[in-house]
T-cell receptor
Framework: EDQVTQSPEALRLQEGESSSLNCSYTVSGLRGLFWYRQDPGKGPEFLFT???AGEEKEKERLKATLTKKESFLHITAPKPEDSATYLCAVQPYQAGTALIFGKGTTLSVSS | DGGITQSPKYLFRKEGQNVTLSCEQN?????MYWYRQDPGQGLRLIYYSQIVNDFQKGDIAEGYSVSREKKESFPLTVTSAQKNPTAFYLC????FGSGANVLTFGAGSRLTVL
C-alpha cells in the first residue's frame, strides 16, 4: 500500500536554530514528491517538486532533498514567519492517481 | 489573477441537512479534486474529476456527491448520510503538461454540524 509518513509531528525551534523535517514514503513507483506549506485556516501553498533521487531544490531558507525512500526539508536559520504546517505528498507513477499526503509537521519558531 | 475560489468560507449545518460547497477555478485546469482535512490527519481524497462529465471516488467518498458539468466548476454536496461531516474541506485543481503535476488549492471551506 502506498503511504507517506512525516516526522516529527510537531517541532519547536528558536529563531536561527536550523533543523530538518522528514518525509518517508512507500510507493510502487514515484512520479514526483511535493512539499507544501499550510498556514492555519488556509489552503496549502506549493513549495517544491522533486522527481528523482539526488535532486535538491532551494527557496530562501528552505532546501528540499530526495532519496529513494525519503525526503528532507531543511530549514536554515528559521524566522517566526516560517511557522506553519509543512505537508509532504507523493504522486504514484500509475497514471490518473491522485496525490497521497502525509499528516504534516507543524513547525513553531519563536523569537 | 488566476486561482481557485471556494465558498462559503464558513458553513453551519443542522443534522439531517444536505449542504453544497462551491469550487470555481479560472486556471483552465482539466483535473479537480476535493480533500477533507481533520486535526491530526493528512488530506484525505473525497472525489476527483479529470474531465467534464466524469469523476471518480476517492478514499472517503461515502456520504458525499459531486458533479462536473463545466470545466471551471466542481461542487461538493455533503449529504445527511455523512456521519461526521464537521471538517475543513479543500478544493484543488491541476493542469496537464510541463510542470503540470502541481496541485493548486483554494482557501478552504470549514463546515460545522450543529
Amino acid at each position: 500500500e502506498d503511504q507517506v509518513t512525516q516526522s516529527p509531528e510537531a517541532l519547536r525551534l528558536q529563531e536561527g536554530e536550523s533543523s530538518s523535517l522528514n518525509c518517508s514514503y512507500t510507493v510502487s513507483g514515484l512520479r514526483g514528491l511535493f512539499w507544501y506549506r499550510q498556514d492555519p485556516g488556509k489552503g496549502p501553498e506549493f513549495l517544491f517538486t522533486l522527481y528523482s533521487a539526488g535532486e535538491e531544490k532551494e527557496k530562501e531558507r528552505l532546501k528540499a532533498t530526495l532519496t529513494k525512500k525519503e525526503s528532507f526539508l531543511h530549514i536554515t536559520a528559521p524566522k517566526p514567519e516560517d511557522s506553519a504546517t509543512y505537508l509532504c505528498a507523493v504522486q504514484p507513477y500509475q497514471a490518473g492517481t491522485a496525490l497521497i499526503f502525509g499528516k504534516g509537521t507543524t513547525l513553531s519558531v519563536s523569537s | 489573477d488566476g486561482g481557485i475560489t471556494q465558498s462559503p468560507k464558513y458553513l453551519f449545518r443542522k443534522e439531517g441537512q444536505n449542504v453544497t460547497l462551491s469550487c470555481e477555478q479560472n486556471l483552465n485546469h482539466d483535473a479537480m479534486y476535493w480533500y477533507r482535512q481533520d486535526p491530526g490527519q493528512g488530506l484525505r481524497l473525497i472525489y476527483y474529476s479529470q474531465i467534464v462529465n466524469d469523476f471518480q471516488k476517492g478514499d472517503i467518498a461515502e456520504g458525499y456527491s459531486v458533479s462536473r458539468e463545466k470545466k471551471e466548476s466542481f461542487p461538493l454536496t455533503v449529504t445527511s448520510a455523512q456521519k461526521n461531516p464537521t471538517a475543513f474541506y479543500l478544493c484543488a485543481s491541476k493542469g496537464f503538461g510541463s510542470g503540470a503535476n502541481v496541485l493548486t488549492f483554494g482557501a478552504g471551506s470549514r463546515l460545522t454540524v450543529l
